[in-house]
């Protein structure tokens, strides 16, 4: 076989293998590639997906690649996930450096070392895990709201006698001390420790937070999660959703359970506003934005907005302007702050928006805050 179709051989095999390749030179250009890769390319709409690739990596690796030589692997098997604006996509990564001896080597084997990068599609059997893993995420999040719920009904109960007590307490310690109606004043100072008795109860069977340890959160895929879970609602209520997330985001330091609840409650606010009647606009922008050193994610509606007067009043505890009762207690922005500012992170209502509510949260990229 003649060197020439040797070599438009090899190109045919490369071009039909099922699995993105790209050789990238030591600046990380890509001098070869091959047809998945220019698919991939078409499908991103961008021009060297092999730097995201390579980004999504690294960020996962949570170190730098492999010891550059010769036939060592620079990462392998790494799964990475890539937030196209449609579907997630899943891929199973490896990177092996390899040295082209271009025409002036000698046979010591010199010559520049590229970096052969193959990703192979898993979204598939991701997608099969996916759809299990959301019954059963649905599943614990309504239990967990159920006994949020319960905490905060308990703590709401708690807090609303306490005042009465002590107001009672200080009237009969006054009372006590000028020495007159004993027999009441004994009768009233049992009532006043019975009430303080059941109280403490009460406290006692507050339930009390499920211990999560902290690992590496991706906000896009609690977004996701959080996206998915409302599907339901958002259709009955006819809201569009438009999702914009970076395409590969650096993660978090944190609570996935916790950070889950704290995003779908800021969601089912929007829905919420949105969802009254004769309400026309109907739109749920979601975007994630990640820099060095902060991760920033936007749930903007275009409802009618809270007034520029409530913008720290909704986040105190049991401020409610929706109708009491089931699923309303006024506690979803109070629950939401005390997540962010258990992550060093910040929630706000943004002023700048006209019109509908945008409600912006920040935490510090994983690596950056201290430990919650
Ligand atoms: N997206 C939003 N648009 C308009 N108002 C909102 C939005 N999110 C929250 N609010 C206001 O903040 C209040 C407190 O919200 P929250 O703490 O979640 O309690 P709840 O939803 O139980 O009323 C709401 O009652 C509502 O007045
Ligand atoms: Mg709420």
Not at 59 to 74: D, N
Not at 138 to 154: C, N, P
Request: hydrophobic fraction near 40%.
């Amino acid at each position: 076989m003649t060197a020439i179709h040797r070599k438009s051989l090899i190109e045919s095999v490369v071009d039909s293998v099922p699995i993105v390749l790209a050789l990238l030179d030591g600046g990380e250009r890509v001098v070869l590639d091959n047809h998945e890769y220019k698919k991939l390319m078409g499908d991103l709409r961008m021009a060297e997906p092999a730097a995201l690739i390579l980004d999504a990596v690294r960020a996962g690796l949570g170190h730098g690649l492999g010891p550059a030589r010769e036939g060592g692997h620079a990462f392998s098997e790494c799964e990475i996930r890539i937030e196209p604006r449609g579907a997630p996509r899943w891929f199973s990564c490896s990177g092996t450096w390899v040295r082209h001896a271009d025409g002036g080597a000698d046979a010591r084997g010199d010559g520049a070392l590229y970096l052969l990068l193959a990703a192979k599609e898993t979204t598939r059997s991701h997608a099969e895990q996916e759809k299990t893993r959301m019954a059963a995420l649905q599943a614990m999040m309504a239990e967990e709201a159920r006994i949020d719920g319960l905490r905060e009904t308990l703590s709401a109960a708690v807090f609303q006698i306490e005042g009465p007590i002590n107001v009672m307490a200080s009237v009969m310690g006054t009372i006590e001390r000028r020495g007159c109606c004993a027999p009441a004043g004994s009768a009233l100072t049992e009532a006043l420790d019975a009430g303080k008795a059941a109280v403490e109860n009460l406290r006692g069977a507050i339930p009390e937070h499920s211990q999560e340890s902290q690992t590496a959160v991706n906000l896009n895929e609690i977004m996701r999660d959080v996206l998915d879970l409302t599907t339901g609602r958002m259709l009955a209520a006819g809201i569009t959703v438009q999702w914009r997330p970076q395409a590969v985001l650096p993660s978090v330091n944190g609570h996935a359970r916790r950070l889950r609840a704290m995003f779908k409650a800021l969601v089912d606010n929007a829905i919420d506003a949105m969802n009254t009647k004769g309400w026309k606009s109907r739109e749920l922008h979601v975007t994630t934005r990640g820099g060095g050193s902060s991760v920033e994610v936007r749930v903007e509606d275009s409802g009618p907005g809270i007034p520029a007067e409530l913008r720290l009043k909704v986040f105190e505890p049991f401020f409610s302007t929706r109708k009491a009762g089931g699923r309303h207690l006024g506690t979803g922005l109070s629950a939401a702050a005390q997540v962010a500012a258990d992550h060093d992170g910040v929630i706000e209502i943004d002023p700048a928006e006209s019109g509908g509510c945008s409600v912006r949260v920040v935490l510090p990229a994983h690596g950056r805050g201290t430990q919650a």
